[in-house]
């Protein structure tokens, strides 16, 4: 964990005093919890289910229609699109290491992956299914779930319950560890560029680490305010100061406008940024994250320097079979 040269280290903490914590590379497994262990079954169940777009009210939107695993886990669009090419107010986040979150969704608003996977298949504006009785009355009417959920939870055991915990065991497999930063941190000298060095010890002496650290660069804190400096120019352009965070969840005014410190694992491949995908390149992002977090304005030179360490944390993407859902022979799912 320490193996990086001593400058680094020094700097990183002279950048963040307040944080005891350095450099850390992403684990090659997500933790699981006691009530759903991670199993192969499991696994090709929820893979199934969350390519599967007869979860959706018109059979046209699945999970991957806005989280693309075959991309950086989302859909690059400022707002996602659902039934009936309906779109809400933010921005899909990566599922990619959404597995190493302390809560899901912007505002935090679901404690586990278990349970934000219930969340959109009823969302009128998502999947728009008119309730999970709906949902699993559809899957048993689809012959091939009921063995596909005998293998992974036993007989007759199509449920919400069992359906949201196959797609979390499903989730905990979209890691992507051995990023360059990963090879470099575990000791790897030649892993970064010079510029990714610099823009690495930018980072740390910017102060960016005292919210985006730990592995995934998304601790220590679960929530921070955004902005911390309000600016009328930036609200004006981009609009970040409309959406109320995690007051529209307590309903409490001391928590306006505060975010889930996003992850910045494979941030290079997630553009649209911020909560409402307002910021179209990472370039702008820093810059915004430096000025209206810290009261920092960037040079040009240290912004692309920051944005090169960023780019050093696309990991490697597991490789995937498209998996074959089951079908209808002779009839059709509605
Ligand atoms: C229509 C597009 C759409 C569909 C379909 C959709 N999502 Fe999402 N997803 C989003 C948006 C937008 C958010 C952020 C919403 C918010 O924070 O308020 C989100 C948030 C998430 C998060 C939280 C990630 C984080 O970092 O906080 C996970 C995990 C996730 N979705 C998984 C799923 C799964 C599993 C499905 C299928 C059951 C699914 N999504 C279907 C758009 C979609
Ligand atoms: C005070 C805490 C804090 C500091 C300091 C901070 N960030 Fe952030 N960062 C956040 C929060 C909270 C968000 C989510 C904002 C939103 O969209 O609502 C965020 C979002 C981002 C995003 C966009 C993520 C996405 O998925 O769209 C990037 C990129 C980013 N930060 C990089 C940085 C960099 C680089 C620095 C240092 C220059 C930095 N941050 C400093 C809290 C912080």
Redesign the pocket.
């Known amino acids: 964990m320490f193996k990086i040269s001593s400058l680094v280290s020094a700097v990183f903490l002279i950048g963040s005093v307040s944080v005891a914590s350095a450099w850390e590379a992403l684990p090659n497994k997500a933790p699981a919890p006691a009530d759903n262990p991670t199993t192969a079954e499991k696994v090709t169940l929820g893979q199934i289910l ?1 390519h599967d777009p007869r ?2 009210s018109t059979g046209t ?3 991957a ?3 693309n695993t075959m991309l950086g886990g989302e ?1 690059n669009r400022p ?4 039934v009936n090419g309906q779109t ?1 107010g ?6 990619w290491n ?1 597995a190493f ?1 302390t809560v ?4 935090g ?2 404690a586990s ?1 278990e349970e ?2 219930a969340g ?2 009823t969302n009128p ?3 728009g299914m008119k309730s999970w009785d709906d949902v699993v009355t559809r899957l048993k009417s689809i012959e091939g779930y009921q063995g596909l959920f005998e293998k992974a939870f036993g007989k007759n055991s199509i449920s919400k319950d069992n359906a949201t915990k196959a ?1 979390a065991a499903y ?1 905990r497999t979209l890691i992507t560890p051995n990023s360059p930063y990963d090879k470099y941190v575990k000791g790897n000298k030649k892993a970064l560029t010079d510029q990714q060095i610099k823009g690495m010890e930018k980072f740390a002496e910017s102060g960016c680490g005292s919210c985006h650290s730990g592995p995934a660069f998304n601790g220590p804190g679960t929530y921070q305010k955004f902005p911390v400096i309000s600016s009328g120019f930036f609200a004006a352009k981009y609009k970040i100061t409309k959406d109320l965070g995690r007051e529209e969840v307590t309903k409490n005014s001391a928590d306006a406008h505060m975010w ?1 410190v ?2 910045l694992r494979n941030i290079a491949l997630t553009a649209p940024y911020f ?1 409402n995908g307002s910021v179209k390149s990472l370039d702008v992002a820093v810059k915004m994250m430096a000025k209206l977090q810290m009261g920092k304005e960037l040079s040009d030179q240290e912004t692309s320097d920051i944005v090169a360490f960023l780019n050093a944390l696309t990991g490697e993407f597991p490789k995937q079979k498209m998996p074959v859902l089951p079908g209808t022979p002779g009839s059709t799912f509605n």
Not at 79 to 82: A, T
Not at 90 to 95: F, G, I, L, Y
Request: with cysteine.
């Open positions: 969350y979860l959706s939107v699945s999970c229609s806005c989280h859909d707002n996602s699109m659902g809400g933010r921005s899909a986040p990566t599922v959404s979150n899901q969704f912007w505002d608003r679901a992956l934000q996977a959109p298949v504006i998502e999947m797609i989730e889930k996003p992850t909560h």
